[in-house]
C-alpha cells in the first residue's frame, strides 16, 4: 500500500473513466499513458469495466489501473481476476473491505464524515477518499476532517476539475485527485483520443507547475 500510495502522489491525478465498449479502453489507456498520466480508474458503472482492466492489463502491464464504483466482493474478485491493482468504492462498506483485505488487494473507500472515517480507520485504513467532494463542502470539510485525524491521507474525488485541482493538491496529505475532465463521457463515447490526449497533457503540465 505504501509503495501505491507513493505512486499516486507522483501522479497527482487519477483519471475516473467508464467505457462502454471494452476495446475503446486500449487507445484510451494509451492517450493518457503517452501524455504523462500512466494511471485510470475504471469504474463498475458499465458491464464493460472487467474485460476493460484485463485488456488495459495485458496492452500496458506498467499502468496503475483501479477499479472503480466497487460496491460488493463479486466485483471485487472480478476486478482482482481482470487484473486491477487497487479498489476505489463511493462509500464504506466493511463487508466490500473486508473482501479486499482478504484477497490482499488496496482498497480506498469514500467517506464524506468522521463516522465513516473512523469506521475505514478501525479496519486499518489510512488512505480514504473524500467523496462527492464539492458538494460535502470541499477544502473547507477536507481541512477540519484532518484535525482530528493525524494518520489520515486522503484522495478526493466529485467536482474536481482544472480551476480548482491545485488548490486541492497544495495540502500536503491529500495524495492525489480524482477527476474525469479528461476523459468525459462525451469523449470516450466519440473515440477521440487525440482531445484526451491533449487534455491530460494540459492537466499533467497544469499539476507539476
Known amino acids: 500500500m505504501k509503495q501505491m500510495i507513493e505512486q499516486l502522489r507522483q501522479l497527482k491525478i487519477v483519471p475516473v473513466i467508464t467505457v462502454e465498449r471494452a476495446e475503446d479502453i486500449i ?3 494509451k492517450a493518457l499513458a503517452d501524455n504523462g498520466l500512466p494511471v485510470a480508474e475504471i469504474t463498475f ?3 464493460a469495466a472487467a474485460e476493460a482492466i484485463r485488456l488495459l492489463k495485458e496492452t ?3 499502468m496503475l489501473i483501479g477499479a472503480g464504483t466497487v460496491l460488493n466482493r463479486e466485483q471485487v ?4 481476476q481482470a487484473g486491477a491493482d487497487f ?3 463511493p462509500g464504506f462498506n466493511p463487508n466490500t473491505v473486508k473482501a479486499c483485505q482478504q484477497l490482499n488487494i488496496p482498497i480506498i473507500p469514500g467517506v464524506n464524515n ?3 472515517i473512523e469506521g475505514a480507520m478501525e479496519l486499518g485504513l489510512k488512505l480514504l477518499k473524500f467523496f462527492p467532494a ?3 463542502g470541499g477544502l473547507p470539510m477536507i481541512k477540519a476532517i484532518l484535525a482530528p485525524y493525524t494518520e489520515l491521507q486522503i484522495m478526493p474525488t466529485g467536482g474536481i476539475g482544472p480551476n480548482n485541482i491545485r488548490d486541492y493538491l497544495a495540502v500536503p496529505r491529500i495524495v492525489a485527485c480524482g477527476g474525469s475532465w479528461m476523459v468525459s463521457k462525451a469523449l470516450v463515447d466519440d473515440r477521440n483520443w487525440q482531445e484526451i490526449g491533449r487534455l491530460t497533457r494540459e492537466a499533467v503540465d497544469l499539476v507539476n507547475t
Open 87 to 89: 479498489m476505489v468504492s
Open 134 to 136: 464539492e458538494p460535502s
Open 77 to 80: 474478485v472480478a476486478a482482482k
Open 114 to 116: 468522521p463516522s465513516a
Open 27 to 29: 487507445p484510451l489507456g
Open 60 to 62: 500496458l502491464p506498467d
Open 45 to 47: 458503472r458499465s458491464a
